[in-house]
C-alpha cells in the first residue's frame, strides 16, 4: 500500500490524504470533534516511516500533524506533533530547524509529565547533536536517558541510545569504543526481534567504523546486508547513504573508479529528493577521489563548494574535513597562501569541537605542505604539534600516515637515513591496514631515500615494489579519462626509476631501459586501443550542452564578422558563454565515465624481445629518454642495440625547440614583411636546426644502418620535425624514411590491425573559404590520383561524418583546424556545418588505411604526465586509423597542395607512406627551402603502400 492508504480508522485516513493540500484547515475544522490523540499518535508513527523512503511526503504530514496538536491543545499533543516535525526536518537535511522542533518537544513532554517518551525524544536528539559537532550536550543528555529507559525495561530505545553513544565515539575517532556501542544495540535490537530501519542504519553504522578500523571486506559485506534490507523496506534516503558510504570504502581501499560510480549513484538520488548536505558528503569523497587522480584543480573547486555547504548547515566537523582536502589541492596546485588558509581554518573548527585527532590530522596535512614548500623549520613545528594531537588516536593508517609525512619533511631536510627509520616503522604497520594508496606512497619514499643514500639496487626494489602497487591501482580505472589522470602518478615513478637504473654507475642493459620507458609512456592510450565496446558518453545533458556550445560559436563568428565592428564586450560574454559550455561537457563526460563500469583492460607493453621481433626486418627504432637533465637514446634493430648518452642537457634543447617554434610563427606575419626577411629566416631557421641534429641526431647517426627510422620522441621531443634536422647538406627526412609512434608498443598495434575488406570508398572533404584558395586544387588531385569513384563533400555534420567514413579506406580532411593547447579536448576540425571536437571522436569506428589531416596542427598534442599525448593524433588512433598524416604547425593551403600532389603520386606508385612523404617534402623544399614550408607533415602508424590503390590499379573491385 501506498502513503495515505493505511488501514486505519476513517479520521486517520482522512488526515494523512491532507498531506499536501490547500484545503486542510478546512477539512480539520470539519473533523475537529472528531480527533483524538491517538489520531496524532498515528500520524507521528506515519512520519517516522516515510522519513527513510520520502522525506517530502513526511515534512507534509508533519505540517498535518501541527495542525492537529494545535486543534486539540496542550502539552502533549504539541510533544508529539513537535517530535513529527523534528524528525522530518532531521532527514530532509534541515538540521537546526529539525534541533528546535527537537527542543520543543522535549520541554512539551517534560510540562506533560511523559518522562519516558522525553527521553525516547531525546535518544533521537542525541543523534542530531552528534551530526552538529555537539558531542558534550549530547552526551550531558546521555546521563539522563539511560536510567529512564532502563527503569521503564525499553530495550529499543536502549539500543538506539546505545547506537547513538557509537556515533558520538565515531566523532572523536575513537572507533574501538564506538563498536563496542554498535554491537550492544544489536543484541538489544535482536532481543527484540526489530529489524526496522533503525536496525539498518545500525548495520550502516558499524560497517563504517569496520570501514575506519581497516576491515574493509568485512565492513563490505555489513554495507551489502544493510543496502539489500533498506532496499526490501522501500527506505529510499538510508539505501542512497548506504551506497554513499559504499563509495566512502571504496575511496579509502583506492578502488577509485568504484568510489566514484557508487557516490555518483548516491548523490544522483540526494538532488531528487533534494538533500543537498547528503549532496556535499558525496562531493566530499568525490574530491579526495579526484586528488589521487591528480585532478587537483576539481578537487579544489567541488572540496571547497561542499565546505560552503557544510559551514552553512553549521556542519562543522564535514566543513573542515572538506577544508583539508581543498588545502591538499591547492597545495597540489602552488597556491601556498590559499592551502594554509585552508588547513588553519579546518584546525580552528576541529579545536572548537574538541576533536583533538582531526585537527592533528588538519596540523599533519600542514606539515607536508610546508615540508613541500622547503619550509623545513615551519614543517617540523606543525609535525610536532600533529604528533601531540595523534597521541591519543589507535587507527592504524593515521600512525602510518604520520611516519611517512615525517620521513617525506626528513628527505626534504637532507636526512635519507632518518628518513628509511621512519619508513621502516610504517612498513611493520602495513598488514594492518587496506589502503593501498598509503603502501604506494610508503615505497616511492623509500625508493628516494635509498637513492639519495647511494643504496641503488634497495631503491630500484622500491620503485618496482610501488609500481607495481601503482599498476593494480590503474586497472581498477575503468575510463580512459581516469586512467589518463591516474598516469601522473605513475609518470613521476618510472622517471625516478630510470634515473636510478642509468645513474647507478653499471652500464645499463638497453633491454632495461627500454622495459621501464614503454612502463611510463601513454599506457592509458595503450589500453584504449584494445578496448572493447562503444565508447560513446551521448546523454541528454551532454547533448544539450553541445547544442548551446554551437549556437555561442556562431554568434561568435558573426558577431566577429559584423562589418560595423565587433561588439567587444558581446564577445567577452560570448566567450564566456563558450567556456561554460566547454566545462559542462568535460565535466558530463567525466560523470558518465565514472558512473558506467570497468570497461578497459589493462594492457602490458611489449617485452624487449617482443618489441625487437615485431620492428620491420629494415627498420632501426630510435627511442628518446629524457630523465631529469639528461637525454638518452635506444637505438635497437632486430640484430642490434645500443644506448646513447647525448651531450646535451634537456634545457638547451627546449631553448631551441623554443626558438624554432618562434621561426615558425613568424609566417603568421604578413607576406610584404616575409618576401623582405625570408632569406635570413631561412639561415636562421636552418642554423638551428643544424644544432639540434648536431645535439639529437649526429651522436647516433653512423650507428643507424638503415633506411627506414621508427621516432618514438619523449615530452617536449614530440614537437620536434626530427626529419626537419639537418647535417648542412641534406635535412634527415631525406637521408632516412622517417615516421613517428608515442611508444613502441603503440606503433606494433597500429601496424598490425587488420582493415575489414575495405569495401567503401575513399572519402575526401574540402572546406573552401576562410583563407582555403586552394583547397578544390587539392581535393580534385587527391581524387584524380586515388580514382574517381570518391565520396566527395563540401561540408558535412559530425554524425554524418561519423556514419559515411566507417568503411572507407582513406580519409582525406582539407580543412581548418584548430589545436588547442588550454583545452586539447577542445581540438577541433572544421567539417563546415559543424566542428569536430577531439573528444567526439571517441563515437567513431574507422577502417581505414590512411587518414589525412590536411589541416593546421593536427599533430599538436598536449603532453601530459605519463607522456600521455592529447591531440587529434591520439583521437584518430582510437577510431581505428591505421596510419596518419598530420601536421605539426598553421600551414600554407597552396603548398599544402603541392605537397598532397607529390604524396599521393607516390603512394599510387607503390612507394611506403614515409617514403612518400619524404619525396613531397624534397620536391617542396626545392622551391621554398625554409623548413617551415616542406617539413610540417608527419607519418604516424603502419609505414606500407596502400592496398587498396595496388587494388584499383590492377582493376580489381
Not at 530532509?92 to 522525553?118: N, P, T, V
Not at 539489500?228 to 548506504?242: C, F, M, P
Not at 614543517?379 to 602510518?400: C, D, N, P, Y
Not at 556562431?554 to 567577452?572: C, K, P
Amino acid at each position: 500500500m501506498g502513503f495515505g492508504d493505511k488501514r486505519h480508522d476513517t479520521v486517520t485516513a482522512r488526515l494523512f490524504a491532507l498531506a499536501g493540500s490547500e484545503h486542510s484547515a478546512g477539512v480539520l475544522r470539519l473533523l475537529r470533534s472528531r480527533l483524538r490523540i491517538e489520531h496524532l499518535s498515528n500520524l507521528q508513527l506515519e512520519v517516522a516511516q516515510l522519513v527513510r523512503s520520502s522525506p517530502a511526503n513526511a515534512l507534509s504530514l508533519a505540517a498535518v500533524a501541527w495542525q492537529v496538536a494545535r486543534l486539540l491543545k496542550g502539552a502533549h499533543a504539541r510533544a508529539i506533533a513537535r517530535r513529527a516535525q523534528a524528525e522530518a526536518h532531521f532527514f530532509s537535511g534541515k538540521l537546526h530547524r529539525a534541533l528546535r522542533f527537537y527542543d520543543q518537544s522535549i520541554a512539551a513532554y517534560r510540562e506533560a509529565g511523559e518522562k519516558e517518551e522525553m527521553a525516547r525524544t531525546m535518544v533521537g536528539r542525541m543523534s542530531l547533536l552528534a551530526l552538529l559537532g555537539r558531542g558534550d550536550e549530547a552526551l550531558g543528555d546521555a546521563r539522563l536517558i539511560r536510567p529512564i529507559l532502563t527503569r521503564a525495561d525499553d530495550r529499543t530505545y536502549l539500543a538506539k541510545y546505545h547506537m547513538n553513544r557509537g556515533n558520538l565515539h565515531v566523532a572523536r575517532d575513537d572507533y574501538r569504543h564506538a563498536l563496542k556501542e554498535y554491537n550492544l544495540a544489536r543484541e538489544l535490537f535482536l532481543m527484540e526481534g526489530v529489524s526496522d530501519a533503525a536496525v539498518v542504519g545500525l548495520d550502516q553504522n558499524r560497517a563504517a567504523v569496520l570501514t575506519y578500523m581497516d576491515q574493509f571486506e568485512e565492513a563490505l559485506v555489513t554495507y551489502g546486508e544493510a543496502k539489500s534490507a533498506a532496499h526490501d523496506l522501500g527506505y529510499l534516503a538510508l539505501e542512497a547513504q548506504i551506497t554513499h558510504n559504499i563509495g566512502h570504502l571504496h575511496v579509502l581501499s583506492s578502488r577509485h573508479h568504484e568510489a566514484l560510480r557508487y557516490l555518483g549513484e548516491a548523490r544522483d538520488t540526494f538532488e531528487k529528493i533534494p538533500d543537498p548536505v547528503q549532496v556535499a558528503k558525496c562531493d566530499l569523497n568525490r574530491s579526495d577521489v579526484y586528488l589521487r587522480l591528480h585532478l587537483a584543480e576539481e578537487a579544489a573547486t567541488i572540496a571547497d563548494s561542499a565546505a560552503q555547504v557544510f559551514l552553512e548547515n553549521r556542519l562543522r566537523y564535514d566543513g573542515g574535513l572538506s577544508l583539508v582536502i581543498a588545502g591538499r589541492a591547492l597545495s597540489e596546485l602552488g597556491r601556498n597562501a590559499e592551502a594554509l588558509t585552508r588547513f588553519r581554518r579546518a584546525r580552528r573548527l576541529f579545536e572548537g569541537e574538541d576533536l583533538p585527532i582531526r585537527a592533528g590530522l588538519a596540523s599533519l596535512r600542514t606539515a607536508e605542505h610546508e615540508g613541500r614548500r622547503g619550509r623545513i623549520q615551519a614543517a617540523r613545528l606543525s609535525f610536532q604539534h600533529a604528533s601531540k594531537l595523534l597521541r591519543g588516536s589507535t587507527v592504524t593508517s593515521i600512525e602510518m600516515l604520520r611516519l611517512q609525512i615525517h620521513a617525506s619533511i626528513e628527505l626534504r631536510a637532507g636526512r635519507p637515513e632518518r628518513a628509511l627509520s621512519e619508513l621502516r616503522n610504517a612498513m611493520k604497520l602495513e598488514r594492518q591496514i587496506g589502503d593501498p594508496w598509503l603502501r604506494f606512497q610508503g615505497r616511492l619514499l623509500m625508493g628516494r631515500a635509498y637513492a639519495d643514500t647511494g643504496a641503488g639496487r634497495r631503491g630500484v626494489a622500491a620503485f618496482e615494489s610501488a609500481a607495481k602497487i601503482a599498476e593494480r591501482m590503474r586497472m581498477e580505472l575503468g575510463s580512459d579519462e581516469l586512467r589518463v589522470s591516474f598516469s601522473g602518478t605513475q609518470a613521476g615513478l618510472y622517471d625516478e626509476l630510470l634515473q636510478l637504473v642509468l645513474q647507478s654507475g653499471r652500464s645499463p642493459r638497453v633491454r632495461r631501459v627500454f622495459e621501464i620507458a614503454e612502463r611510463g609512456r601513454s599506457r592509458s592510450l595503450l589500453d584504449q586501443l584494445l578496448a572493447t565496446g562503444s565508447n560513446s558518453y551521448s546523454n541528454s545533458r551532454l547533448s544539450r550542452q553541445e547544442t548551446r556550445l554551437s549556437w555561442f560559436r556562431n554568434r561568435f563568428q558573426e558577431e566577429s564578422l559584423r562589418q560595423e565592428g565587433a561588439d567587444r564586450s558581446r564577445l567577452a560574454r560570448i566567450k564566456k558563454g563558450i567556456r561554460s559550455c566547454e566545462r559542462k561537457i568535460i565535466e558530463e563526460r567525466r560523470v558518465v565515465a565514472e558512473r558506467s563500469g570497468a570497461g578497459l583492460k589493462t594492457i602490458d607493453p611489449d617485452s624487449f624481445d617482443v618489441m625487437r621481433a615485431a620492428l620491420p626486418r629494415a627498420e632501426t627504432l630510435v627511442e628518446y629518454v629524457i630523465v631529469g637533465t639528461k637525454i638518452y637514446a635506444l637505438l635497437v634493430t632486430r640484430d642490434t642495440k645500443r644506448l646513447v648518452t647525448l651531450d646535451a642537457s634537456s634545457e638547451t634543447i627546449e631553448n631551441l625547440l623554443r626558438q624554432f617554434a618562434a621561426q615558425i610563427d613568424h609566417f603568421a606575419l604578413p607576406d610584404r614583411f616575409l618576401e623582405r626577411r625570408i632569406d635570413y629566416l631561412t639561415e636562421s631557421a636552418l642554423r638551428i636546426t643544424r644544432a639540434l641534429y648536431d645535439h639529437l641526431w649526429r651522436p647516433i647517426d653512423n650507428e643507424i644502418k638503415t633506411r627506414s627510422v621508427l621516432v618514438v620522441p619523449h615530452r617536449f621531443l614530440h614537437a620536434l620535425p626530427f626529419h626537419a634536422l639537418d647535417d648542412g647538406r641534406l635535412p634527415v627526412g631525406e637521408r632516412y624514411r622517417i615516421r613517428y609512434a608515442p611508444s613502441a608498443t603503440i606503433d606494433r598495434l597500429c601496424r598490425n590491425r587488420r582493415i575489414r575488406g575495405n569495401r567503401g570508398k575513399p572519402f575526401l572533404l574540402g572546406l573552401e573559404g576562410g583563407g582555403l584558395a586552394s583547397v578544390k586544387r587539392e581535393t580534385e588531385a587527391v581524387a584524380g590520383i586515388v580514382g574517381n569513384d570518391v565520396i566527395s563533400m563540401t561540408s558535412t555534420t559530425v554524425r554524418d561524418f561519423i556514419d559515411t567514413c566507417s568503411e572507407s579506406p582513406l580519409i582525406h580532411l582539407a580543412t581548418h583546424g584548430r589545436f588547442r593547447a588550454d583545452n586539447p579536448s577542445f581540438s577541433s576540425l572544421a567539417l563546415g556545418a559543424e566542428d569536430l571536437h577531439l573528444y567526439q571522436l571517441s563515437d567513431a569506428r574507422l577502417n581505414s588505411e590512411l587518414v589525412t589531416l590536411s589541416a593546421c596542427r593536427t599533430g599538436s598534442s598536449f603532453v601530459r604526465k605519463g607522456d600521455e599525448l592529447i591531440g587529434l593524433a591520439r583521437g584518430f588512433m582510437l577510431a581505428g586509423a591505421t596510419s596518419l598524416v598530420v601536421s605539426l604547425w598553421r600551414v600554407r593551403d597552396e603548398v599544402t597542395a603541392d605537397w598532397m600532389s607529390q604524396f599521393y603520386g607516390s603512394l599510387r606508385d607503390g612507394r611506403t607512406k614515409p617514403e612518400a612523404a619524404g619525396i613531397a617534402a624534397k620536391e617542396i623544399r626545392k622551391k621554398h627551402p625554409h623548413p617551415y614550408f616542406w617539413a610540417p607533415f608527419q607519418v604516424m602508424g603502419s609505414p606500407k603502400p596502400l592496398r587498396f590503390l595496388k587494388r584499383r590499379k590492377t582493376g580489381n573491385p
